[in-house]
């Protein structure tokens, strides 16, 4: 380990915290290369940094001046949102103004607090997700649509969250799982730069620091949650087409209530035959949400990869996921996650931020 004091300009070697220090080189098979900051190309020859192997890959400019954002945002202003939430929760109106003063123009109300603290925190995690605008806009656009066609729709939609508790539940587990992407994030920070690199630059990478147990949890979490966003995303998109809060089956129809207490696979094939399908479908991999969820799947050093084993016979390797691919799925799940939790922002603020 290298410790370095760039006041002092002076540098000292210390023990490795999961190694220790070879006399020689004699036997050795591997030159191994590690950095909390940069992933590991696959093709990177030995004894060069991995500063000098990725540069010219991508644009470090600009993915310094994110990442600034990123850390900011992990480091101070996600708890300054997440002091602002629980002063909305409880009604503490001049606490949240201490705060976050409002953006807004004219009178101060719960409501116009509200989207103050859900823009602050949608815009935070866009830098993490690094998602197109454009896929903000279609499912604003959605919602919008529905509120068009059927006001009173959306009115019933909206009151059956509130009487049922939905929103509450919602609003707890949204935040859960954003507190626990935040205290993950150093863990798959490093794979965030390679949505950087030029297309011609990349290649297989490996991440250094193996956190497999609590990206686990992350993404069960995570996919947990999303599926019951998806839910109220199916409320907006059968009042679009159907006029109705009711999903159409080949036997009839079923509520919305029906829908949440199907298995998550079987609402996989409902939510496909709509037009938002394309932007969740592709991450709602149940397989692998089972495969990683099951006690025996673990970290196989080796081979840099999850062994996932099936769940209906305990001893079978079902699956192998490079370790890297299955941070990736992190990624890319809580990008579709933060997509449906627009669904549940936009319906709470239409009650006026109301809770009961």
Request: proline share 3%; net charge negative; aromatic share 14%.
């Given at each position: 380990?290298l410790d370095?004091?760039?006041q002092k300009?002076?540098?000292?070697?210390r023990?490795?915290e999961?190694g220790?220090?070879a006399?020689?080189?004699?036997?050795a098979?591997k030159t191994?290369t590690?950095?909390?900051e940069?992933?590991?190309?696959a093709?990177?020859?030995?004894?060069?940094?991995?500063?000098?192997?990725?540069?010219?890959?991508?644009?470090?400019e600009?993915?310094?001046e994110?990442?600034?954002?990123?850390?900011l945002?992990?480091?101070k202003?996600?708890?300054?949102a997440?002091?602002?939430?629980?002063?909305?929760?409880?009604?503490?109106?001049?606490?949240?103004?201490?705060?976050?003063p409002s953006?807004?123009?004219?009178?101060?109300?719960?409501?116009?607090?509200?989207?103050d603290?859900?823009n602050?925190?949608?815009?935070?995690?866009s830098?993490?997700?690094l998602?197109p605008?454009?896929?903000?806009?279609?499912?604003?656009?959605?919602?919008?649509y529905?509120?068009?066609?059927?006001?009173?729709?959306?009115?019933?939609?909206a009151?059956h969250?509130?009487?049922?508790?939905?929103?509450?539940?919602?609003?707890?587990?949204?935040f859960?799982v954003?507190?626990?992407?935040?205290?993950?994030?150093?863990?798959?920070?490093p794979?965030?730069t390679?949505?950087y690199?030029k297309?011609?630059?990349?290649?297989?990478?490996?991440?250094t620091?193996?956190r497999?147990?609590e990206?686990?949890?992350?993404?069960?979490?995570?996919f947990?949650t999303?599926?019951?966003?998806?839910v109220l995303?199916?409320?907006?998109?059968?009042?679009?087409?159907?006029?109705?809060?009711e999903?159409?089956t080949k036997?009839?129809s079923?509520?919305l209530?029906?829908?949440?207490?199907?298995?998550?696979a079987?609402?996989?094939d409902h939510?496909?035959k709509f037009?938002?399908?394309?932007l969740?479908?592709?991450?709602?991999?149940t397989?692998?949400?089972?495969?990683?969820?099951?006690?025996a799947?673990?970290y196989?050093?080796?081979h840099?990869a999850?062994?996932i084993?099936?769940?209906?016979?305990?001893?079978?390797?079902?699956?192998?996921?490079?370790?890297?691919?299955s941070c990736?799925?992190v990624?890319d799940l809580f990008?579709?996650f933060?997509?449906?939790?627009m669904?549940?922002?936009?319906?709470?603020?239409?009650?006026?931020g109301r809770?009961?």
């Open positions: 380990m370095l004091d760039q300009v002076s540098l000292k070697f023990d490795p999961n220790k220090w006399d020689d080189e004699e036997g098979v191994l590690f950095s909390d940069i992933v590991v190309p093709g990177m020859p030995d004894f060069i940094s991995l500063h000098i192997a990725t540069w010219g890959r991508y644009d470090w600009k993915c310094r994110d990442e600034t954002l990123r850390q945002f992990a480091r202003s996600f708890q300054h997440e002091r602002c939430r629980v002063h909305f929760a409880r009604g503490h109106w001049e606490l949240f103004d201490k705060e976050s953006q807004h123009e004219g009178p101060v109300t719960p409501t116009s607090r509200l989207i603290l859900y602050l925190y949608t815009a935070g995690f830098k993490f997700t998602l605008r454009g896929t903000y806009d279609r499912i604003h656009q959605r919602l919008t529905a509120k068009t066609l059927d006001q009173s729709l959306v009115n019933d939609l009151e969250y509130l009487v049922s508790g939905r929103i509450v539940w919602l609003w707890k587990e949204i859960f954003r507190r626990s992407f935040i205290s993950c994030y150093n863990f798959i920070q794979l965030i390679v949505k690199w297309h011609e630059y990349r290649e297989p990478a490996a991440l620091d193996k497999f147990n990206l686990r949890q992350l993404y069960i979490d995570c947990e999303l599926f019951r966003l998806l995303a199916m409320g907006f998109e059968v009042i679009i087409h159907h006029r109705k809060l999903i159409p036997k009839g079923m509520t209530d029906q829908f949440e207490q199907l298995a998550n079987a609402k996989r939510i496909a037009p938002i399908e394309d969740f479908m592709p991450f709602l991999e397989d692998f949400r089972n495969g990683i969820g099951h006690h799947a673990h196989e050093q080796e840099d999850i062994v084993f099936d769940t209906k016979d305990a001893g079978t390797v079902s699956r192998v996921v490079g370790y890297t691919e990736e799925k990624l990008a579709a933060e997509l449906a939790a669904c549940h922002h936009d319906l709470h603020i239409y009650l006026g809770f009961t």
